[in-house]
């Protein structure tokens, strides 16, 4: 059962009025995450700015895809496990290379150390060596993607810490 209310245009406050006012009106509705975000106008504008910012990754969507589910298998939020495997799907990623990445593996090694980095930026940032980094480098992951990987880790433990906090899973309604 959800732990915060869902707010609407009509029943939000100040900022938070003004932008899911602006992404009702863009979009038709909005999803309950970003409904019960507007508690605070600004985790919600900074979720919208980081998503924004995160469409211009150079980072292929696929491996952000698969990235983002071995953060959220081991941070444990359904919704955004769910919402990933399904954005991974719509990519053509075949469910064994979902369940490799759920273990935060994958049978390509080139995605394979991108995922691990991914999961060590999750857990243990201090544990990242300069070997790791020439690794992805060896396998041709440039400079720019090897950083947009930190966008993506973070904006999966926005959108999974908040979650988890509202009580947001799969199919509960606000």
Excluded at 34 to 55: D, E, F, I, N, W
């Amino acid at each position: 059962m959800p732990r915060l209310s869902r707010l609407t245009p009509q029943t939000a406050t100040g900022a938070s009025r003004e932008l899911l006012g602006e992404l009702v009106g863009r979009h038709g509705q909005v999803g309950d995450m970003v409904s019960t975000m507007a508690h605070s106008p600004a985790v919600l504008g900074g979720y919208l700015q980081l998503s924004r910012a995160l469409r211009r990754a150079k980072l292929d969507r696929k491996a952000s895809e698969l990235i983002s589910i071995a953060i959220q298998a081991q941070q444990g939020c359904g919704l955004c496990l769910q919402s990933h495997i399904g954005a991974a799907r719509s990519l053509g990623v075949t469910e064994e290379e979902i369940e490799f990445a759920k273990e935060g593996l994958s049978s390509d090694y080139a995605l394979a150390a991108l995922i691990a980095l991914g999961l060590q930026i999750y857990r243990e940032p201090t544990s990242i060596t300069d070997d790791q980094v020439q690794e992805l480098r060896a396998y041709g992951f440039s400079d720019r993607e090897i950083a947009d990987v930190v966008g993506v880790v973070t904006l999966n433990i926005l959108t999974g810490s908040f979650n988890l906090l509202a009580g947001l899973t799969p199919g509960a309604a606000a």
